[in-house]
C-alpha cells in the first residue's frame, strides 16, 4: 500500500547550520507534498508544500524540493534558529478509488542547540 | 489558533468505555478529518468528512466511528477502549474535499485510557 519513510527520526544541529530532513513515497500518482511543523504540545501547521508541476519551492529560510522520478523530497531549513526546534512531517497525497488521503511520515524530532 | 475547535481537551478513561470527541471546523470549511497520534508515531489518518458525506477512509478500526452533522461539526465515537487507544487524537478541516487543500489542524484531544 501507500508507504511514506522520513528520514533522520532525529536531527540534532548548531544554530546557524542548516537542517535537511528526506521523505521518500510509494505513489507513483501522487502529485502534492506538504510539510507540518509540530511543536511539542502543540498542533501540526502547514510550514511548506510543493506540487508535483515544481521541482522546488522556497519560503524564507525554507525550501523544498522534489524528484519525482526518484520519488523523493528533501525538507532544507537554512539559518537555523531555536525556534525552529520541533518534530516535522512530510506528507504525500494517495489516491485510491475516487478518494484520496494524506500519508504521513513518521516525523523527524529536530533540535537546535544555541 | 488554527479555527478549529475540539473538545475536550482530556480524557481518561476505562478500558471497554465509549468515548465522544468532537470537532468544529473552521467557518466556511466543508472537510473534517480524523487523526490519531500515538507515542512514535506519526499522523495516522483515520477517516474524512465532506459536507455531511464520508469522503475517505484509512486505518480506522471497526470499534471508532465519524459522522458530520449539518452544521458541518464532526464528531468521533471510540467504543470498547483498549490500552493501545490511549493517543492524542487530532481533527482538521480544510476549504474543500481534496488533500491538496491545506488542512488547519484543531488543538487536539488527548485519550488516556486505564
Known amino acids: 500500500g501507500e508507504n511514506v519513510e522520513q528520514h533522520p527520526s532525529t536531527l540534532s544541529v548548531q544554530e546557524g547550520d542548516s537542517a535537511v530532513i528526506k521523505c521518500t513515497y510509494s505513489?507513483?500518482?501522487?502529485?502534492?507534498f506538504p510539510w507540518y511543523k509540530q511543536e511539542l504540545g502543540k498542533r501540526p501547521q502547514l510550514i511548506i508544500d510543493?506540487?508535483?508541476?515544481?521541482g522546488e519551492k522556497k519560503d524564507q529560510r525554507i525550501a523544498v524540493t522534489l524528484n519525482k522520478t526518484a520519488k523523493h523530497f528533501s525538507l532544507h531549513i537554512t539559518e537555523t534558529q531555536p525556534e525552529d526546534s520541533a518534530v516535522y512531517f512530510c506528507a504525500a497525497n494517495h489516491l485510491q478509488g475516487g478518494s484520496e488521503k494524506l500519508v504521513f511520515g513518521k516525523g523527524t524530532k529536530l533540535t537546535v542547540n544555541p | 489558533d488554527s479555527g478549529v475547535t475540539q473538545t475536550p481537551k482530556h480524557l481518561i478513561t476505562a478500558t471497554g468505555q465509549r468515548v465522544t470527541l468532537r470537532c468544529s471546523p473552521r467557518s466556511g470549511d466543508l472537510s473534517v478529518y480524523w487523526y490519531q497520534q500515538s507515542l512514535d508515531q506519526g499522523l495516522q489518518f483515520l477517516i474524512q468528512?465532506?459536507?455531511?458525506?464520508?469522503?475517505a477512509k484509512g486505518n480506522i478500526l471497526e470499534r471508532f466511528s465519524a459522522q458530520q452533522f449539518p452544521d458541518l461539526h464532526s464528531e468521533l465515537n471510540l467504543s470498547s477502549l483498549e490500552l493501545g487507544d490511549s493517543a492524542l487524537y487530532f481533527c482538521?478541516?480544510?476549504?474543500?474535499?481534496?488533500?491538496?487543500?491545506?488542512?488547519?489542524f484543531g488543538p487536539g484531544t488527548r485519550l488516556t485510557v486505564t
Open positions: 482538521a478541516s480544510s476549504v474543500a474535499w481534496a488533500e491538496t487543500y491545506e488542512q488547519y
Open positions: 510543493i506540487r508535483s508541476n515544481v
Open positions: 468528512y465532506y459536507n455531511g458525506e464520508e469522503r
Open positions: 505513489d507513483s500518482a501522487s502529485n502534492y
